[in-house]
């Protein structure tokens, strides 16, 4: 039998996000209907909502998430009703060519629950990101249900569900930043700041945070940055190399997406270090460089999607180093709000007065 339920849709570009009633299937073969407990606001919910990512309206926003797994359809051996979940974007096909050769992070066939949730009229609903939790219910596939330890709060285990895993991912996995090195990262978002987060818990000497917003420059401290730029008050590249002895870091990371902090993270890094793009462009967006000068720097040029994790064997070893003290990952939770504030939470997220809002139920 169907569940309704109260959901945050985006009808139409651009226009401000609505509550309404969502029609939720109950899980067919191979998905899972999960209770949200709680899911973060993250800027890809505002790129859908203004028609960034592409024209699938209406949007069921919502993805970075943890809750209870209510019911499994046939044949789930993974997830049983009462584990307490955290959301992925990627479940693992298993079969694809990045998969079989070794490599189901970059998982090419990922997959999502095949039955669509509807408006109360039967519209089909776009899921964001294939999981829309800004709802009471979701389903998925069971495949993007990943179990962790219930004893951590829902409002912290859901960032793993995106943007914090996406930051602490492009540190860790991505760019392998290992002990000793510099680190410079462009964005002190949620995103950004758990790149510095990785960073520094990966043993970086250097990590620099890089914002236009000097409240954000503060918190970034907080997650283990050693110096600080603002990038509206001078040039980044230059105060990157001054931080550096004049090399530039081993490795930057752009957590904002756009041309400028993109050109920005090439020149500043060290001849043959590493640049990391794990900020969203959008499809206008073009970049122009000298060919000579991505030859003659050398290294390597990343995009990281989803901190390149692997849901399975990352949420429950961040999980446990959390639990262990060891990764602060609640210091991303700058407010919990309901339903209803979602819109308002994009505004405080423009204006920058939030790391994370995090809707709970
Ligand atoms: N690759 C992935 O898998 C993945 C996952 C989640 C989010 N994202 C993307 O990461 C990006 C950051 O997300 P977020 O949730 O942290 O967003 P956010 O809005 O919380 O943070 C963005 C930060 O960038 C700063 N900023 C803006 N312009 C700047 C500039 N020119 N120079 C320096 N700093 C600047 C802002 O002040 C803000 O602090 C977004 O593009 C988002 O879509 C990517
Ligand atoms: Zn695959
Ligand atoms: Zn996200």
New binding site residues.
Partial sequence: MANEVRGVIARAKGAPVEVTTVVVPAPAPGEALVRVQACGV???DL?YRDGGINDDFPFLLGHEAAGVVERVGDGVADVAPGDFVILNWRAVCGQCRACSRGEPWYCFSTFNAQQKMTLADGTALSPALGIGAFAELTLVAAGQCTKVDAAVPAQVAGLLG??VM??LG?ALNTASVRRGETVAV???????DAAILGASFAGARTVIA????DR?LEWARGFGATHTVN?GTGD?VEAIRELTDGFGADVVID????V??FTQAFYARDLAGRVVL???PTPDMKLELPLIDVFGRGGSVK?????DCLPSRDFPMLIDLHRQGRLPLDKFVSETIGLDDVEAAFDK?HR?EV?RSVVTF
Wanted: proline share 0%; aromatic share 4%.
């Fill in positions: 993250c800027h890809t790129h995106c943007g996406a930051g492009a462009i964005g002190c978002g949620g995103v950004g890089v914002d236009v917003d954000k990038a980044v957590a904002v997406g756009r400028e902090t794990v900020g969203v995009s990281s999607w989803y901190g997220m920058g790391l």
